[in-house]
DNA sequence: GGATAATACGAGCGATCGCTCGTATTATGT
DNA sequence: ACATAATACGAGCGATCGCTCGTATTATCC
């Protein structure tokens, strides 16, 4: 058994009526994660719910973690592209309001079929090629240190790579344990408190200004 | 099928050699989990492990989510020690110092058994019994609270749960992500730096002297 | 319109899973 | 010592899973 872990499709969808069935696939795999769970989501059960037979599932997809795949890979381009226009557009701002529409922008990306989002961050294991799709992640990274990077005048001198892993991780912790976790400061009233309070975060990071604070016990682990 | 969600041991474990059983399964449970992954992790398998039988395991546990239950309590009441310890040892510190005491010691939490620590991360699906087991977040958020409450005066005006719920949820994504997926920058010489940064993160949020920003476009979102 | 390729179908095999239940063994109390 | 309770055992049932393969249907090309 195990270790068979194809992730791409066995055959290239070249026909109308093939990608139709391809798509009808991976949109029964997205519904049937929402209302069953990732467990319960079973090949046979997939197919079933798209209307086709399992033998046309296996002709596009080797098994179950490929079809994951394309959910996610999909449920993530969406994202992107919202995280993408947020950094374009905040090009041209100064740090501090830039930031304030990066954040706002990632807590409106968590929001993109937040049903989705809570089965593949809370069920879906980050096992064999699942793993590897995380480059969701280093994609964001890239985003925001091409930013900090143009703008390194306003900030202080620092290590870019490190800054961005600081504040990416920040922020996507941040909005996605309150879109998870904390319904309640997501609310029409609250939201906006929730982004002043991250941005200050990140800002009074970044800044210069910052006071400057002495690294003494610097020996403290290990 | 599913839907019996118990996670109590079905019966007491009274006499010592009961006892032994139980730790034996719970022990096996987590080297499974470890070896094997999560998916491979049945319960004839755990029981074979365990050198124990099936039959024997079902006496005590109901299924495989209550061995999985019982391992994560058991390696949350570890790394909460290590936090424990560290908020007490940083009661009397001002507070840069205390922040980087807890954060050092959040790092050193996360250094708890990390294979185990990733295997629950990255694999364990939070559904049923095990969604209900992250009162360890709610745990190092009220230590965290208290903390902040005893050391009012040194900080802004702020509410209380708001500022701990960003702190902890930063320092501990911060962590977490530098354990799994950054593990140059946890080598003995980085290390430091990060700290150094986490440090600089929380206490500039926390700080009253940071510069205070106009807070213009709230309605950014929605 | 006939040949060939592309696509769709689904019964069913073999493996594994969770779990029960009847039985054997060991401890406890008197 | 014996009776009773506690504990341990494991064969095996029923359900589900992933997946194949032989066959039927539909599109494409000349």
Known sequence: MAARALTSPRKRASQERSRATVDALVEATARILVRDGFDRASTNRIAQEAGVSIGSLYQYFPGKEALVVAVIERHNREIMQVARAAVVEAEG??????????????????????????????????????????????????????????????????????????????????????????????????????????????????????????????????
């Open 93 to 222: 701002l100064p740090l501090e309001v830039a930031a304030r529409g990066i954040i706002a922008a990632a807590i409106e990306a968590h929001r993109v079929d937040p049903r989705l989002h809570r089965v593949l961050a809370e069920q879906t294991p980050r096992t064999g090629a699942l793993e590897s799709v995380e480059a969701f992640n280093s994609e964001a990274f890239r985003l925001f240190r091409a930013y900090l990077e143009r703008h390194r005048d306003e900030l202080r001198h620092v290590d870019l790579d490190l800054a961005a892993f600081v504040c990416v991780t920040s922020i996507e912790a941040l909005t996605h344990t309150a879109v998870l976790h904390r319904p309640e400061v997501l609310s029409d009233e609250a939201v906006g408190t929730l982004v002043d309070e991250a941005t200050r975060l990140v800002v009074g990071y970044l800044r210069p200004s910052a006071p400057v604070t002495t690294p003494t016990s610097v020996a403290l682990i290990r």
